[in-house]
């Protein structure tokens, strides 16, 4: 009885001692191939995880505008008064919904691509609807004797201007301001020339880039950084840090952005006035 005892609490101690052995050898083991397939996982090379999550942002991008409306717009225009200004927004739109386009995977362990620029209404997040009516400046009246400085082409235009009923001051809703309208001014000048104004035009269903990302695939640190933005690495633009083509795109988050809490972005903005 005390033999048979000792035979099963030797059993169990061998059994544990081996269990024991196995379990510290193959930690490593397991450590390896998880890590191995991590990285593998979270390189943007067609066919990973980390592609299907790139192609199309998991997370929303949002762009909102706030929009000056003119409050004293026959004093403006008669009495040449200051203007009353009172501002109204946001409203918002969603950007960077659609997949990437053209997407090639260079040799040198980068990615190329461009992004649809496309602009949806969330009303939802927004003060007001995409048709409410704004008061504010007439882009082209105002633009065209900047670009124009000539005395004689300021004279055809103010005969265009005046013919086609045009004011400094002019009535648009939010969509036409920020996307786009046929301007009547325009449509009276007798010379080949785009008849759309719009602060942020062209934009919807044109492409924004080339950018070239790096894929991870050399180095897993510089994933989804960008090389270069239209085939440059600065804008030409700015001085110094501002300048430079940076971060990681509107879309492009990375593990390591989040494990430091920091997080840099580029993106191609526009700051206008209205």
């Not at 990973?48 to 942002?57: F, K, L, M, Q, R």
């Not at 706030?66 to 946001?90: D, R, T």
């Not at 990302?213 to 440059?232: C, E, F, H, M, P």
Request: with cysteine.
């Amino acid at each position: 009885m005390g033999c048979d005892q000792n035979c099963g609490l030797l059993t169990a101690a061998v059994i544990g001692a081996v269990v024991a052995v196995l379990g510290g050898a193959l930690i490593p083991v397991g450590n390896y191939f998880i890590e191995k397939t991590v990285k593998k996982e979270t390189v943007i090379e067609n066919g990973t995880i980390a592609y299907d999550n790139w192609i199309v942002p998991g997370s929303p991008v949002y762009r909102q505008f706030w929009i000056f409306n003119v409050e004293n717009p026959s004093a403006v225009l008669e009495n040449g008064s200051h203007p009353v200004l009172k501002q109204k927004g946001p409203y918002t739109y969603r950007m960077r919904y659609l997949p990437k386009q053209n997407i090639t995977e260079n040799p040198d362990s980068t990615v190329s691509f461009f992004l649809p620029n496309i602009a949806r209404f969330e009303p939802d997040l927004s003060i007001g609807l995409e048709n409410d009516t704004f008061t504010t400046v007439n882009l082209a009246v105002v633009a065209a004797p900047v670009l124009y400085p000539s005395s004689f082409l300021q004279t055809l235009l103010n005969v265009w201007i005046k013919s086609s009923k045009s004011l400094l001051l002019q009535n648009r809703t939010v969509n036409e301001l920020l996307w786009g309208y046929e301007d009547p001014f325009l449509k009276k000048v007798p010379f080949p020339i785009d008849r759309k104004v719009g602060v942020f035009l062209p934009y919807n269903e044109t492409l924004d880039g080339l950018y070239t990302v790096y894929s991870g695939k050399d180095d897993l640190s510089r994933t989804a950084l960008i090389q270069s933005y239209k085939n440059k690495s600065t804008l030409s633009f700015w001085e110094g840090a501002c300048d430079m083509v940076n971060g990681t795109g509107e879309c492009g988050c990375r593990i390591q952005d989040w494990a430091h809490g920091v997080m840099v972005v580029f993106a191609v903005c526009h700051f206008d006035l209205l």
